[in-house]
């Protein structure tokens, strides 16, 4: 179930509370070989399915720390929504772990939290507890604090 906040400020009424959860996404080698050509990383841990085959735990190749945490503002769309706001943006980070490592063909979603809302004459910076779960295990790939700014309508 989404969340719905009128304006950027209503997030200051869910601090400290857990917005939601988002809906499942596969990170098949595709994805993981588009992010590679995007970025320029192409180690073979990440695209090298032959010498991961042979070289790597369970002989899958790994998705990209940063392909994980890129997915945020992706998966975010299915926690929360605003229903009066313009424009927003990715306002920065202030930690960001990558707590295991993620292989090919895992599902992964975003669980949310709200940690702060500050209010701007314009609408409001807000940032979250993000973590990146993987299906069918206990400990997380992501953990992050992440900041949005959205404007108001």
Known sequence: ???LVQTPADFAAHIGQKLGTSDWVVLDQ??????AVLTGDDHWIH????????ELPDGKTLVHGFLTLSLIPYLQRS???????GKGLNYGCNRVRFTSPLQVGSRVRLHQVVKACERLADGARTTFECTIEVEGQDKPALVA?????????
């Open 79 to 85: 926690v929360f929504s605003v229903a009066k706001r």
């Open 47 to 54: 695209v090298d399915v032959d010498r991961a085959g042979r």
């Open 145 to 153: 604090e992440t900041i949005l700014q959205m404007f108001d309508q």
């Open 1 to 3: 179930m989404t969340t």
């Open 30 to 35: 595709h994805k993981i070989d588009a992010f």
